[in-house]
């Protein structure tokens, strides 16, 4: 079972998303309570379907899989950007009262912290 990543590293920047999703709700949540909900919202958003393609993605690994492996990385791919767009949807639909600087600051917060957890776990 090898692959280019070693999953104990993946799931620790899932790890560190979910956390980020958490303090930018308490950070937040200093504002308002609807500030806390949206920017929790907003994390979920981001952290969710990164969680969905993490575990599509990871599913199958080794040489002799490799046409799944690429595979699974594509419909991964693509899952997540339909979910990720589902979610806010679904948001600007459902959710009232919404701060929507809040919502999109998290899941930027939550975006950018990908970049940052990958760097400190040497990914």
Not at 7 to 25: H, N
Not at 46 to 65: D, H, N, Q, T
């Amino acid at each position: 079972m090898s692959s280019i990543f070693p999953r104990q590293a993946v799931y620790k920047v899932m790890f560190v998303q979910f956390g980020l999703t958490a303090l930018s709700a308490v950070v937040a949540w200093l504002h308002s309570d609807v500030a806390a909900k949206s920017a929790l919202l907003g994390g979920l958003t981001c952290a969710i379907p990164s969680a969905y393609f993490v575990w599509r993605a990871f599913r199958y690994s080794g040489a002799r899989m490799a046409d799944k492996v690429v595979q699974s990385l594509y419909q991964g791919e693509a899952w997540k950007f339909m979910l990720t767009a589902l979610s806010f949807a679904v948001i600007f639909v459902r959710v009232e009262p919404l701060n929507v600087p809040a919502l999109f600051i998290a899941f930027m917060t939550v975006q950018l912290g990908h970049l940052a957890s990958a760097r400190i776990t040497n990914l």
